[in-house]
């Protein structure tokens, strides 16, 4: 496909509540049919909470910024849907391939329709053993290069925590803890790694965002919203499923992309199906805190 014939109707939400909503979630991260149902109500939290919800995929080469309930639902049946990141937006455009973004690639289409505020569940970062893959997420790359402000429940359990952590630090990301001083880790409200900036509300969020854009500083923000309490998985045990989970990966010899969406499948066995429930949940939570943000947002801009 033409790039131009992709990227023609890409609409410009300068100054509007949007919040944006990523994809891989309904191909790679949940089963059918609780992937669909949890994009919609995603959809569901930021209206209820004054923002726009646009949910962002690539089908057949074009660049979609808002999804309708058909190809939301066609997406999550869809089991040829490539992955999506930085990389790969190119290749699937100009292949007229369909495919579901991951938060660094959310990221970059977002900003292409000025969407400043996007919500998740967690990000990708420093995978363990480091030492011999040296994998590391392009979702944290993305913060440094994209001012799209990113809501999620922390970097996901399965990763190198402490490395996540130093990396952020040294590209110069503002980590913002909602109501929390510690970093959450993902199924699991609190850590013994503290926060350097926190806030109680969404205006003083959406003002530290603004402040940002008015200084120029043109990067993204990780805004970390802890799972709800009901939903807060034991961390010793989560610990415990995790390191299980890697070392079927392992015994499987899984590596690159398919490594997240593989750990998060054994968990769910391996929890008995409540990783899931906390999947849900989080992704949800965060998905009200997006609208809010966005809809402080818009009333500072205007």
């Known amino acids: 496909m033409d790039i131009s014939d992709s990227i023609k109707d890409i609409p410009d939400l300068s100054g509007r509540p949007a919040v944006a909503l990523e994809t891989t979630v309904l191909t790679h991260g949940m089963p059918y049919p609780q992937n669909v149902e949890c994009a919609l109500a995603c959809e ?15 089908i057949n080469g074009r660049i979609c910024i808002g999804l309708n309930r058909e190809e939301i639902e066609a997406l999550g049946q869809n089991h040829t849907a490539i992955k999506v990141s930085r990389k790969d937006i190119p290749y699937c455009i100009a292949s007229g391939l369909t495919g579901s973004t991951t938060v660094a690639a959310t990221m970059i289409l977002a900003h292409l329709a000025n969407i400043k505020v996007f919500s998740t569940g967690g990000i990708g970062g420093v995978h363990r053993g480091f030492n011999e893959t040296m994998d590391v997420s392009a979702d944290l790359e ?10 999620c429940a922390g970097p996901k359990a399965i990763l190198d925590i402490p490395r996540t952590i130093e990396y952020l630090e040294t590209k110069g990301v503002p980590v913002i803890g909602y109501r929390t001083k510690t970093l959450p880790l993902f199924y ?14 969404a205006h003083d969020i959406a003002s530290m965002i603004f402040d940002s854009q008015k200084l120029g500083l043109h990067q993204g923000s990780l805004i970390v919203n802890p799972i709800p309490p009901e939903y807060s998985l034991d961390k010793d045990v989560m610990e415990e499923k995790i390191e299980e989970a890697l070392a079927m990966m392992e015994k499987d010899n899984i590596h690159g992309k398919a490594v997240t969406p593989y750990l998060l499948d054994k968990l769910v066995g391996l929890t008995g199906g409540k990783s899931l429930e906390s999947n849900i949940a989080l992704i949800k939570n965060n998905a009200a805190l997006g609208g809010k943000i966005a809809k402080e947002l818009a009333d500072l801009v205007k």
């Not at 569901?44 to 690539?58: A, L, S, V």
């Open 188 to 201: 699991t409200r609190e850590s013994s790694y503290p926060l350097d900036i926190s806030a109680e509300s």
């Open 142 to 151: 993305e913060f440094n290069r994209t001012p799209v402000n990113v809501i």
């Open 44 to 58: 569901e939290e930021i209206r209820k909470n004054g923002g726009e919800p646009y949910t962002i995929g690539i």
